[in-house]
């Protein structure tokens, strides 16, 4: 758990699954666990990297439609690596994609403001509206279309906090592809190659250690 939230989110995704099955624990959820250990083990030398050049504040979001609550995944990049980042399961039962995508839309952006103070505070141009993309552009349209649609009058209301922070030009919410969503890391279990490809971007390995 300190690894997932303080160092490494490249386990924040398998570190809440398994603490989503704990008290119905089988040989099979052990050895996916000694699984991670040992994935750890080898790659112990991965870490945070940051820049000392000047970069914008910016996040990504993501989420994974699934039967009962969904996953939510967002994670927030300064200096060209991430400085804060989560992958929790939803807490209300979505029924489509893009009120799953919209919650953790509206999550990441929490987050995403949080930073934009913090980083007044400490003397950071936060002038301009920080970026906070997804890649479905139901949800990016519901945080910028004020009106309630037949398909979307379901969704919760405190889903929609992205919408007040976009009407107050705090943030935008560009599009990106699923294939660069790094949020998607976040959310899903994937091919190793779109692992160690997300992963790099993700905490900005050094090109000598990434693999």
């Given at each position: 758990?300190?690894?997932?939230n303080?160092?490494?989110?490249?386990?924040?995704?398998?570190?809440?699954?398994?603490?989503?099955?704990?008290?119905?624990?089988?040989?099979?959820?052990?050895?996916?666990?000694?699984?991670?250990?040992?994935?750890?083990?080898r790659?112990?030398?991965?870490?945070?990297?940051?820049?000392?050049?000047?970069?914008?504040?910016?996040?990504?979001?993501?989420?994974?439609?699934?039967?009962?609550?969904?996953?939510?995944?967002?994670?927030?990049?300064?200096?060209?690596?991430?400085?804060?980042?989560?992958?929790?399961?939803?807490?209300?039962?979505?029924?489509?994609?893009?009120?799953?995508?919209?919650?953790?839309?509206?999550?990441?952006?929490?987050?995403?403001?949080?930073f934009?103070?913090l980083?007044?505070?400490?003397?950071?141009?936060?002038?301009?509206?920080?970026?906070?993309?997804?890649?479905?552009?139901?949800?990016?349209?519901?945080?910028?279309?004020?009106?309630?649609?037949?398909?979307?009058?379901?969704?919760?209301?405190?889903?929609?906090?992205?919408?007040?922070?976009?009407?107050?030009?705090h943030?935008?919410?560009?599009?990106?592809?699923?294939?660069?969503?790094?949020?998607?890391?976040?959310?899903?279990?994937?091919?190793?190659?779109?692992?160690?490809?997300?992963?790099?971007?993700?905490?900005?390995?050094?090109?000598?250690?990434?693999?």
């Amino acid at each position: 758990m300190y690894l997932a939230n303080c160092t490494r989110p490249d386990i924040a995704y398998a570190v809440g699954m398994h603490c989503r099955n704990m008290c119905h624990p089988t040989p099979e959820l052990m050895h996916e666990l000694s699984y991670m250990f040992t994935y750890l083990t080898r790659h112990a030398k991965v870490g945070l990297t940051y820049d000392s050049k000047t970069s914008i504040l910016s996040g990504m979001t993501d989420a994974s439609l699934e039967k009962g609550k969904s996953t939510s995944g967002y994670l927030v990049k300064w200096q060209g690596c991430v400085i804060s980042w989560a992958s929790t399961i939803q807490k209300s039962t979505a029924l489509s994609s893009t009120e799953a995508e919209i919650y953790a839309l509206s999550e990441g952006a929490k987050d995403v403001v949080y930073f934009r103070k913090l980083l007044s505070g400490l003397g950071e141009n936060t002038n301009s509206p920080t970026p906070c993309a997804t890649d479905n552009k139901g949800a990016r349209d519901l945080a910028y279309n004020p009106e309630h649609h037949k398909r979307s009058k379901h969704i919760e209301r405190r889903h929609f906090y992205v919408r007040d922070m976009v009407e107050a030009m705090h943030l935008t919410v560009p599009f990106v592809s699923t294939l660069n969503n790094q949020a998607d890391l976040l959310t899903k279990p994937l091919p190793a190659r779109d692992f160690y490809r997300l992963r790099a971007k993700i905490m900005n390995e050094p090109l000598d250690a990434r693999e």
